[in-house]
């Protein structure tokens, strides 16, 4: 069954905001750390933004003070505000969740198929 499923992504212009949605089916003990990973054409996927339940927060400093993650745990949806878009933000954007706080570094359990973010200059 399917548990996370991204929307929001689309083409904008560099300076641009769009924001993602990942609507997700998963318990609360699944979704302890819930980030966001993107993958640029020829890169490795990467880490843009983590949220603990609690409310812990993790930023790739190529990000910070543009894009803010969120969640709304009664409509089981995470979020991500995307401001000031570059051209270098263009990548498939991946939702994840995962029940210990450091799986954002070591390995997050579960896995949407993603929403593709495409910023022109």
């Known amino acids: 069954q399917v548990q996370l499923v991204e929307s929001g992504g689309g083409s904008v212009q560099s ?3 769009l924001r993602l949605s990942c ?3 998963l318990s609360i003990l699944s979704t ?4 966001w990973y993107r993958q640029a ?3 490795e996927r990467g880490l843009v933004a983590a949220l603990s339940i609690d409310g812990r927060t993790y930023y790739a400093d190529s990000v910070k003070g543009r894009f803010t993650i ?3 745990n009664a409509k089981k949806t995470l979020y991500l505000q995307m401001s000031s878009l570059k ?3 263009t990548a498939m954007y991946y939702c994840a969740a995962s029940p210990l706080w450091s799986d954002y570094e070591t390995g997050m359990d579960y896995w949407g198929k993603g929403t593709l973010v ?3 200059s």
């Open 70 to 72: 969120s969640r709304d």
């Open 41 to 43: 054409p020829g890169k």
């Open 32 to 35: 302890n750390v819930m980030g």
């Open 87 to 89: 051209p270098e933000d």
């Open 23 to 25: 609507a997700y089916s």
């Open 118 to 120: 495409t910023v022109s």
């Open 15 to 17: 300076g641009g905001s």
